[in-house]
């Protein structure tokens, strides 16, 4: 039988956390135990006070005098480049920009474009749906195009690779299960075909260690309102390895990615590198809201964050399988750690109630349908005390059965 740890224990392991401190940088509402960062991350001081000054001082006093003299024309690569740090990018190769879903449509259009004579897009038939609407848009002007799907098409992304194939959109980590892909081994795989890559990252960014360089990825995605903590509907960013900016174009081409923006040429010409990437006019104030977020990660050992992402989700899947795996709960993502991004999904029967009724006590996760409870552990603010918690609080609704009660089987539009 294994021994649990008891209430000691796991406030020894929160007491000699090396990043526990960086909990005190977040807003944490009293008697929530919050475990859904990787839908929207918490709000932080440091991005209160971005916003004021970009607002109440830059606005209103510099108005558009501050696009040059507060450095909003220049956030977008600047704030690419912190990013980047964070996913193992050299700098010059990240820019901040649009959403996750409109820079899918523009890394997918540049890389089809740069393998004339294929025309197939591969990706996965589990993928968060936004990266499929994108993926049928995209092939959606080109005549032949197609579009294959592992788990459809064939078993994996592997078997649907062959000289037909333009670029494969896959995700790092699977936004239900939590399962990671090994990034190497299937960019070599792809390259070795002739194709390009397309890693969203957005359940990784800020989750784990990237290596997009070390791992010679083509392009990348993510958002920034997961466990980066930029706000809800922040801007999102693009990656691009160095060695495609002279032959990539993506066909956005708005006036902030042309290559002499306030020429007011008619026709366009692309800018240079990364910035090829940018297309309409930037949210200044949006931007400047996820520089006071990366305030706080310029000092994060992401290594470190990594090591106690793996504590937090083992120490979660011992508590939830020995506490309420006799009320059907079973696990859904990875057993193997290093399988596993910085989420732990089970499977119930009641997989919606069961969360409504946790949120209602408190421990905030989410549902996934059609029978996924899904828990996200950001290692910046959650601490070992709250998978205890979260553990119990789990248990209680299983065993009382609260979550039978009318009320938290009605569905709502956000959950």
Sequence with gaps: ??????????????????????????VLPEGVTYLDGNSLGAAAPAVFSELRKAAEDEW?????????????????????????????????????????????????????AMRPGRNVVVAEGSSFPTDLYMAEGAISSIPGAKLRLEGIDAASIEDLIDTE????????????????????????????????????LCHSAGA????????????A??????????????????????????????????????????A???????????????????????LRALSGALTIWDDVDMHAVRAKSVR???LFIQLVEAKCGRYGVVLEGPRDPARRGSQVSFTHAHSYEIMQALIEHGVIGDFRAPATIRFGF????????????????LEDVLRTEAFREPRFALRTAVT
Aim: with cysteine; hydrophobic share 45%.
């Design 378 to 393: 950001t290692p910046l603010y959650v601490g070992f005390k709250d998978v205890l918690m979260a553990a119990d609080i």
């Design 221 to 262: 995605v993510g958002c920034t309102y997961k466990y980066l903590n930029g706000g809800p509907g922040s801007p999102a960013f693009v990656y691009a390895a160095a060695r495609h900016h002279d032959t990539m174009n993506q066909p956005l081409s708005g006036w902030f990615g042309h290559a002499r923006p306030f």
């Design 60 to 112: 209103a006093h510099g108005l558009i005098r501050s696009w040059n003299t507060a450095g909003w024309y220049d956030l977008p690569t600047k704030l690419g480049d912190r990013i980047g740090r964070l996913i193992g990018a050299a700098p010059g190769q990240t820019v901040v920009t649009d959403t996750t879903s409109i820079n899918i449509y523009k890394t997918l259009r540049a890389a089809i």
């Design 165 to 200: 194939v333009a670029v494969v959109l896959v995700n790092h980590v699977n936004y239900k299960s939590g399962e990671m892909r090994d990034m190497a081994a299937l960019t070599k795989k792809v390259q070795d075909a002739g194709a390009l890559v397309v890693w969203d």
């Design 264 to 286: 007011f040429e008619h026709s366009y010409a692309p800018g240079q590198g990364i910035r090829r990437f940018l297309c309409g006019t930037q949210s200044a104030l949006a």
């Design 312 to 314: 937090l989700t083992e």
């Design 208 to 219: 784990l260690a990237v290596s997009l360089d070390e791992a010679n990825a083509d392009f």
């Design 1 to 26: 039988m294994i021994t649990l740890p008891d209430l000691a224990a796991i406030e020894a392991m929160d007491a000699g956390d090396p990043l526990r401190a960086f909990r005190a940088r977040f």
